[in-house]
């Protein structure tokens, strides 16, 4: 009797201690299904990009930091997935689909090549985000500066004063009459640059000379066949090419006492000589809000693209110094900064 009553009391302890240890694993499953639900719950935010230069670096830290802002961190309350055509947009279309692929919720795609490439395989997929291009009807991403609802996309649009960039020129090198313009044939947002550029240019008295580049390894050849025809200013508008390989322009420039007119900050604070310039940090910013937007809920074809306009003068007095010109005391007190003055860059409040 004591036998059978000891056998029972130890298959008991036994069950127990099974069923304990199946109700523990149970919980820890749950657990960890529940830590797997809640990384899945994260969002996933792809950007496609042109590849590293100044301005898409300074476009780059305020969108992360405007995402921030906006509570999604990069790895803890959102993922970014950063992919870079390296300045080959041969490659963007790769990249757009491997974005797709990882399941983004929205593609933020930056520069307008980068941004056409990125429309033609995600459209319809996945939203999209574009990101400083100046031209985005032209470029066939937006049928209108309100969208279109269901179109599937919206962005931020970096529309450069060219009127007010050419007439540094004058300003500058009063007697300018012919000026260079080095440009990538391939990129549509510098095809509409050259467009807006002409009949203002001739309102001017000055001939635009082109010089087309393909890849960045030109930029240095276009340069120096400026010089060689004799223009008395280089303008660098929105080309990534160029803009990648822009300190060939400069060493130019140098030898041939060449003024460069460029087109946004970044590169006057490289050794252009000069600008008036969209804040690129304000844009950034602002394309992170748009993908906040978005990915709570906001059909993007209802959101308008936003539009910049450079409204700050950025003077570089070294690369007046080194192109042989001057900046007159009435330009100076304009500047909203003036980088390579003899004690430190200045800016006005």
Not at 236 to 247: C, I, L, P, R, Y
């Amino acid at each position: 009797m004591f036998g059978r009553t000891k056998s029972r009391r130890l298959f008991n302890d036994h069950f127990l201690t099974v069923v304990l240890t199946v109700a523990a694993l149970t919980c820890s499953c749950s657990r960890a299904r529940e830590g797997r639900s809640q990384e899945t719950r994260i969002p996933v935010i792809g950007v496609a990009t042109y590849g590293a230069h100044p301005i898409l670096d300074v476009i780059a830290d305020a969108f992360k930091a405007g995402l921030r802002a906006r509570g999604y961190e990069d790895g803890k309350s959102a993922r970014i997935l950063w992919k870079s055509v390296e300045g080959d947009v041969n490659l963007a279309s790769a990249v757009a689909r491997s974005l797709v692929e990882s399941n983004a919720n929205v593609i933020v795609s930056i520069t307008t090549p980068v941004s056409q490439a990125v429309a033609r395989v995600a459209r319809g997929k996945v939203p999209i985000v574009f990101c400083g291009v100046t031209d985005p009807i032209g470029a066939g991403l937006v049928s209108s500066w309100e969208n279109t609802p269901g179109s599937g996309i919206t962005g931020t649009s970096d529309r450069w004063p060219y009127a007010e960039q050419l007439d540094l020129i004058k300003a500058i090198v009063p007697k300018a009459r012919r000026v260079g313009f080095p440009y990538n044939a391939g990129e549509a947002n510098s095809r509409y640059a050259l467009e807006q550029i002409l009949p203002l240019a001739a309102a001017r008295g000055f001939e635009i000379v082109p010089a087309v580049v393909t890849s960045m390894a030109d930029v240095r050849r276009a340069a120096e066949s400026l010089a060689d025809r004799g223009v008395d200013a280089i303008y660098v508008s929105s080309d990534n090419t160029v803009m990648a390989g822009f300190e060939a322009v400069l060493k130019v420039a140098h030898q041939r006492k060449i003024p460069v007119i460029v087109g946004e900050s970044a590169n006057v604070e490289r050794g252009g000589l000069a600008t008036y310039s969209v804040d690129y940090r304000r844009l950034g910013d602002a394309t992170a809000d748009l993908v906040v937007r978005v990915l709570k809920g906001e059909d993007p074809g209802r959101i308008p693209v936003v539009t910049f306009h450079g409204e700050q003068l950025y003077l570089n007095e070294e690369a007046a110094r080194r192109m042989g010109v001057s900046l007159s005391p009435q330009l100076r007190a304009k500047a909203f900064k003036i980088y390579g003055a003899p004690a430190a860059s200045r800016e006005h409040p």
